[in-house]
């Protein structure tokens, strides 16, 4: 599935489609590239599938007329299983779980330097999500010619996460590099100019893009639902509406704490029902002893207490 618009559902079938990794360890991985006799093929979410969602990047059987021709319609029967799946919720508050998109392996949070200012609990919480997702996390850090990214590159160094750098009209070779033969889902807020990085990297997507208000520092929402568009070099991204929040309540805090297994271990010393947060946390002699770096466990605090926060942060 490649779009999903007011009940059409926009799939691709058709010689190595879908471009996804293997779902089984060992398994040889599925071409990434849409084949010639690829066809486009708008379909409606068959009545059996009740209540089942379906979002860009799903697996699914199609049922009917499947040739792709205009004005034709074909039904979806069935959802293969799911690798990965990204998901918020409206608030903290709230664990009803809000897919946003299947079976991607990587995900680009994209973030201004300047113009909006950088939100760093808005990264923890996209962070957070990625962990819980088992999705590689890429910090993208664009309008570089606006602002230095030091400071908030060394925020995240102790988490090891990677990082692009990118400034306007700049070159996007290194970009390329991360996102080839990969199904990376972009995720950021309004304004960040994820749009226009979209519009660089497809140039045929035409996604629109917008300015920031003066006033609030914040972007419209110019794009309104995901799509996955195919890169040139091989590859696909998803690009998703701009977000204003990233609620968590659906993560729990074990999925959390995988991320970081140089401090999962001690965690067994904990007394029940630690939040890893307080004085009493086996965490903290496990550091002192020299057994992991201080950085580490301040940047896995800093996630946690994402969960805990204000979903707009």
Not at 20 to 37: F, H, T, Y
Not at 53 to 82: F, K, M, N, Q, Y
Not at 124 to 145: G, H, Q, S
């Amino acid at each position: 599935m490649i779009a999903v618009d007011r009940g059409r559902i926009t799939c691709l079938i058709g010689p190595n489609i879908p471009a996804l990794p293997p779902l089984v360890d060992g398994e040889a991985p599925i071409p990434r590239r849409r084949g010639k006799d690829a066809a486009v093929v708008v379909a409606m979410k068959a009545r059996e599938l009740g209540r089942k969602g379906i979002v860009v990047g799903d697996l699914v059987a199609l049922v009917g007329d499947v040739s792709g021709r205009p004005d034709t319609l074909a039904r979806i029967v069935r959802r293969e299983a799911r690798r990965s799946m990204l998901r918020r919720s409206a608030d903290d508050n709230d664990e009803v779980e809000r897919p946003i998109v299947a079976n991607a392996d990587q995900l680009v949070i994209v973030t201004a330097l300047a113009d909006p200012e950088p939100r760093p609990r808005m990264i923890d919480r996209m962070l957070v999500a990625a962990f819980d997702a088992d999705i590689e996390p890429l910090l993208c850090l664009t309008k570089a010619d606006l602002a230095s990214p030091d400071s908030l590159v060394a925020q995240y160094e102790p988490l090891g996460v990677p990082y692009l750098v990118v400034e306007r009209g700049g070159d996007l070779g290194e970009v390329r590099d991360h996102l080839v033969n990969r199904v990376s889902v972009l995720v950021g807020h309004s304004g960040v100019g994820k749009s226009t990085l979209v519009n660089a990297l497809v140039p045929t997507a035409e996604r629109a893009v917008s300015d920031v208000n003066a006033v609030t520092g914040r972007g419209r929402h110019t794009s309104t639902s995901a799509v996955a568009l195919e890169l040139p070099e091989g590859g696909w991204i998803i690009d998703t509406p701009g977000v204003r929040s990233f609620g968590l309540g659906h993560v729990e805090m074990e999925n959390v704490l995988v991320a970081f297994p140089d401090l999962n271990e001690a965690t067994v010393n904990c007394p029940k029902g630690c939040n890893h947060l307080g004085d009493d946390c086996a965490l903290n002699a496990f550091v002192a002893e020299g057994h992991a770096e201080p950085a580490r466990l301040e940047s896995l605090r800093r996630l946690l207490l994402s969960r805990e926060g204000n979903a707009e942060d």
